[in-house]
T-cell receptor, first 115, second 113 residues
Framework: DTEVTQTPKHLVMGMTNKKSLKCEQH?????MYWYKQKAKKPPELMFV???????INESVPSRFSPECPNSSLLNLHLHALQPEDSALYLC??????????????FGPGTRLTVL | AQSVTQLDSQVPVFEEAPVELRCNYS??????LFWYVQYPNQGLQLLLK????STLVKGINGFEAEFNKSQTSFHLRKPSVHISDTAEYFC???????????WGAGTKLIIKP
C-alpha cells in the first residue's frame, strides 16, 4: 500500500482566514514533505520533516506554518495568504530521507484558492 | 548543479500507437531516476524508478524506461497508448545522499482518437 491521503480536496479562503491542510500516511514512512504546484509546472519543495522534526524549510513565507503531530500526520497551517498562493498543495512521504529509501509517494493534493 | 531536461513540452500521438517521452539529466555522480504521472486535476503517481541493477525498468500501466548512463538519459516508452494515458509526465532525479528531487518541466501526452 503506497497511499498518502490529503484533506480537504478543495479549499477556498479569504486573505484574512486561518485554515489547515492535513496529510496522512500509514506506510511507516519517516520522512514527509509539503510541495506547492502551480499550473503546468513541476512541484516546488516547501518543507521536509524527518522523524517528526523539521529538516528543511525552503525559505517559505511565515504565513505557511507546518506541523508534524506524529509520524503519520503532517499539517500545513495557513494564515493571511495572498492570491498568488493559490495552487495545488501536495504532500509526499518516503521511507527515509535519501538514498534508495527516499522514493517519494504523493497524495492527491489540496486545490487552494485564495480570494 | 544537477538539471533535468524534458525536450518535448507536448507529445501528440494516436491511440494504440507507441510513444517515447524523452528525459536527459546532467550529473557527474550516481543518481536515482523517477518518472511520475499526473492525471488531470490529480496528484502525482509514481510510474517507475531506477535505483540500481537492470537498466530496463518496468512500471505500472505498461510503461517502461531505460537508463542509459553514457547518454545520461532515462526515456519513457509505451508500445501502445490508450486514451486514459492522457496526462502530464514528469521526470525527476535525485542523488544518493540527497533528498531533493530535481524535476523536469514535464511533458503533456495528448492521445488522438
Amino acid at each position: 500500500d503506497t497511499e498518502v491521503t490529503q484533506t480537504p480536496k478543495h479549499l477556498v479562503m479569504g486573505m484574512t482566514n486561518k485554515k489547515s491542510l492535513k496529510c496522512e500516511q500509514h506506510m511507516g514512512h519517516r520522512a514527509m514533505y509539503w510541495y506547492k504546484q502551480k499550473a503546468k509546472k513541476p512541484p516546488e519543495l516547501m518543507f521536509v520533516y524527518s522523524y517528526e522534526k523539521l529538516s528543511i524549510n525552503e525559505s517559505v513565507p511565515s504565513r505557511f506554518s507546518p506541523e508534524c503531530p506524529n509520524s503519520s500526520l503532517l499539517n500545513l497551517h495557513l494564515h493571511a495568504l495572498q492570491p498568488e498562493d493559490s495552487a495545488l498543495y501536495l504532500c509526499a512521504s518516503s521511507q527515509d530521507l535519501a538514498g534508495g529509501l527516499g522514493t517519494q509517494y504523493f497524495g492527491p493534493g489540496t486545490r487552494l484558492t485564495v480570494l | 548543479a544537477q538539471s533535468v531536461t524534458q525536450l518535448d513540452s507536448q507529445v501528440p500521438v494516436f491511440e494504440e500507437a507507441p510513444v517515447e517521452l524523452r528525459c536527459n539529466y546532467s550529473s557527474s555522480v550516481s543518481v536515482y531516476l523517477f518518472w511520475y504521472v499526473q492525471y488531470p486535476n490529480q496528484g502525482l503517481q509514481l510510474l517507475l524508478k531506477y535505483l540500481s541493477g537492470s537498466t530496463l525498468v518496468k512500471g505500472i500501466n505498461g510503461f517502461e524506461a531505460e537508463f542509459n548512463k553514457s547518454q545520461t538519459s532515462f526515456h519513457l516508452r509505451k508500445p501502445s497508448v490508450h486514451i486514459s494515458d492522457t496526462a502530464e509526465y514528469f521526470c525527476a532525479v535525485t542523488r544518493d545522499s540527497n533528498y531533493q528531487l530535481i524535476w523536469g518541466a514535464g511533458t503533456k501526452l495528448i492521445i488522438k482518437p
